[in-house]
């Protein structure tokens, strides 16, 4: 592990966490693909896509710690959606974390394609009203929020990712939350999907420690900052940074598995 490993994998860390606390997601959707593609463009050691997922799984938990804490005040945790979708997540996650082990490397990018392409679609659908709800007036269909948490968390659980970037779009396009409610709630719904997720790579040896501990320290340091930064932006342009985001990830899986 060279110093230029270590400070590419910071890096990575970094700028992932810094984004995921910005628009509510645990930043796999971002540094997935980073993990996968950008070591071995500088020249370093390639990861698996076994690796990638693994070092994503434990990072996803202490990044969202950090944007959790920074979200913990202002009413925008809803905690009935978190009970809810994060014991369905939780479930889900784990029968996907430990499963993975069952698949290819290119079936866990082709589940990682399918899924940020899903995300893609429905960030770009119009999201009207949402917003002009007061935080102490939200509802939703808990039952249905938890059927939705429990898919997301199978498949995100398989990639090592905790699923809010599939989570966000579905919390404001079908369940109508709105957007600050929805970047807070997820996170923590994340956090909670991410126990599953690595507990699941853990006990099935797919994570390689030293990069994740790497990850872990950019993701406590950016996280928090991100999500300072998201409390301030205007919710219509978090909504598009979310949605290129997750747009461009999936058109570079999707060009390399084609």
């Known amino acids: 592990m060279d110093f230029a490993f270590i400070i590419t994998i910071f890096l990575i860390g970094f700028i992932g966490s810094y984004i995921s606390g910005m628009v509510g997601v645990g930043g796999s959707i971002i540094k997935y693909p980073m993990l996968l593609y950008l070591p071995p463009l500088f020249g370093l050691a390639a990861f698996s896509a076994h690796e990638v997922s693994g070092i994503s799984a434990i990072q996803v938990f202490f990044a969202t710690i950090g944007g959790v804490w920074a979200y913990r005040k202002g009413g925008y945790l809803n905690k009935t959606l978190i009970i809810y979708m994060g014991s369905a997540i939780l479930i889900g996650s784990f029968v996907g974390g430990y499963g993975s082990k069952l698949i290819s490397e290119d079936g866990i990018n082709l589940i990682y394609g399918i899924l940020a392409l899903i995300a893609a679609i429905m960030m770009f659908i119009p999201k009207k009203g949402i917003d002009h709800v007061p935080m102490d007036q939200v509802t939703c269909n808990k039952w249905l929020a938890a059927s939705f948490a429990l898919i997301v968390g199978i498949g995100a659980g398989i990639v090592g990712a905790a699923g809010a970037f599939l989570l966000v779009p579905i919390m404001l396009v079908v369940l109508?939350?709105?957007?600050?409610?929805?970047?807070?709630?997820?996170?923590?719904?994340?956090?909670?999907?991410?126990?599953?997720?690595?507990?699941?790579?853990?006990?099935?040896?797919?994570?390689?420690?030293?990069?994740?501990?790497?990850?872990?320290?950019?993701?406590?340091?950016?996280?928090?900052?991100?999500?300072?930064?998201?409390?301030?932006?205007?919710?219509?342009?978090?909504?598009?940074?979310?949605?290129?985001?997750?747009?461009?990830?999936?058109?570079?899986?999707?060009?390399?598995?084609?």
């Open 176 to 258: 109508k939350i709105p957007t600050r409610m929805t970047i807070a709630s997820s996170l923590a719904i994340t956090f909670i999907s991410s126990i599953g997720a690595t507990v699941g790579k853990m006990t099935t040896g797919q994570i390689d420690y030293f990069p994740a501990f790497i990850m872990i320290v950019a993701s406590l340091t950016a996280s928090p900052l991100g999500a300072m930064t998201g409390k301030k932006m205007n919710t219509k342009i978090l909504q598009v940074i979310l949605a290129v985001l997750i747009a461009v990830s999936a058109l570079k899986i999707w060009i390399d598995l084609l």
